[in-house]
C-alpha cells in the first residue's frame, strides 16, 4: 500500500496470494475487504497545478478530512465514513492527485503537492478549518498540512506515519500483506481511475518520491502549533519503525502516541471498530 519496488509490484499482479482469514489467523495478518462507500452528498474536482482533484462529501457536523495511503483512494475509508457521519460529522473525502479518481498532473508527485491540492479543495468547499485523519501517505500529508497551514487545522490523527525517510522497517518490499494489498488496490484504480492503465505509472510516481521524502528535521516537527496530533499506529506495525512513530510523538509539542492492539499498518480494514472508536474518541475529547 505504502512502499512497493518495482520487483515487488511486477510479482503483485502476476501472483495474488491468497491469505487464509480463518479464526487462527491473527487479525494483524488479515485483509479483510472493506465496505463500499455510502452515498455520497456532493463529488466535484479542483483544478489545481497541472492536476483534476476528485473530492465527495457526506454528513453534516463537524468537518473531517479524510486522506488514503498511496496507491490507495477513497475507497479505502468505506469502514469508516458511516461510523463519522453517525457521530454529526461532515466527511470530506479527497483522492490524492494520481490517485483514484484524480489525475497525476505533469509535475513530480511530492507530499507538498498533495498538501497543497487539500487547501484548494477546502478552498473550494469554502472550508476555513477541518480535523483531519490521515493513514500512511495521508498521515504524513496531514502532519503537513499542520505544519504549513496550522490556521487550517483543528486536530490531526495521523495513523502509519514516516516523516523521515529512514523510518522504513528493511524488508517492508517482500511484505506477503503489502503484494496482496497491491493487487486489490490495482483494481480498484483500473475502476474508477479516467486512466485505468495508468497503475504502474502511478507506482513509479510514488516510488521516485517515496525515494528521497519526506525529510522533515526535529526542529521543524519541534515548530508544529497545532496543539491536538494523535500520533497512533499498531502494534505489529510492519513498514514504520517503531522508535520512529515514538520519536514523532516526542518530538511533535502536545501530541498523544496511540498504539492500537492487535493490527497492522492496515488497521482501518482489519479492525474498523477498534480504529473508529480510536478516531471518534480523539475527535471529541
Do not use: C
Amino acid at each position: 500500500m505504502l512502499f512497493v519496488t518495482s520487483a515487488t509490484l511486477a510479482v503483485t499482479l502476476i501472483l495474488q496470494p491468497k491469505r487464509s482469514n480463518v479464526s487462527s489467523t491473527p487479525t494483524w495478518e488479515t485483509l479483510p475487504v472493506e465496505q463500499p462507500l455510502p452515498p455520497l452528498a456532493k463529488e466535484g474536482y479542483v483544478d489545481h497545478n497541472g492536476a483534476r482533484i476528485w473530492y465527495g462529501t457526506a454528513g453534516k457536523g463537524e468537518p473531517v478530512i479524510l486522506l488514503h495511503g498511496g496507491m490507495e483512494s477513497s475507497l479505502s475509508w468505506g469502514n469508516q465514513v458511516p461510523a463519522l457521519i453517525k457521530t454529526h460529522h461532515e466527511v470530506i473525502l479527497i483522492d490524492s492527485r494520481g490517485h483514484g479518481r484524480s489525475t497525476l498532473g505533469p509535475y513530480p508527485l511530492s507530499y507538498e503537492r498533495m498538501q497543497s491540492d487539500v487547501v484548494a479543495v477546502m478552498d473550494t468547499l469554502h472550508l476555513k478549518r477541518a480535523s483531519f485523519v490521515g493513514w500512511s501517505d495521508g498521515a504524513n500529508i496531514s502532519l503537513i498540512m499542520a505544519m504549513k497551514n496550522p490556521e487550517r487545522v483543528n486536530r490531526v490523527y495521523a495513523f502509519g506515519a514516516n516523516m523521515n525517510t529512514d523510518a522504513i522497517v528493511p524488508g517492508t518490499f517482500t511484505s506477503h500483506i503489502l503484494s496482496e494489498a497491491a493487487a486489490r488496490l490495482a483494481k480498484d484504480y483500473a475502476r474508477i481511475s479516467p486512466t485505468p492503465d495508468g497503475f504502474n505509472t502511478l507506482h513509479r510516481a510514488l516510488e521516485a518520491m517515496q525515494n528521497k521524502e519526506p525529510n522533515y528535521t526535529t526542529k521543524e516537527l519541534a515548530a508544529i502549533k497545532v496543539s491536538k496530533i494523535a500520533i497512533a499506529e499498531g502494534d505489529h506495525e510492519e513498514f514504520i519503525i517503531r522508535a520512529h512513530t515514538d520519536y514523532l510523538a516526542a518530538t511533535i509539542s502536545g501530541a498523544k502516541l496511540i498504539i492500537l492492539p492487535n493490527v497492522s499498518h492496515f488497521a482501518p480494514w482489519q479492525a474498523p471498530t477498534t480504529f473508529n472508536k480510536s478516531i471518534l474518541h480523539f475527535l471529541h475529547n
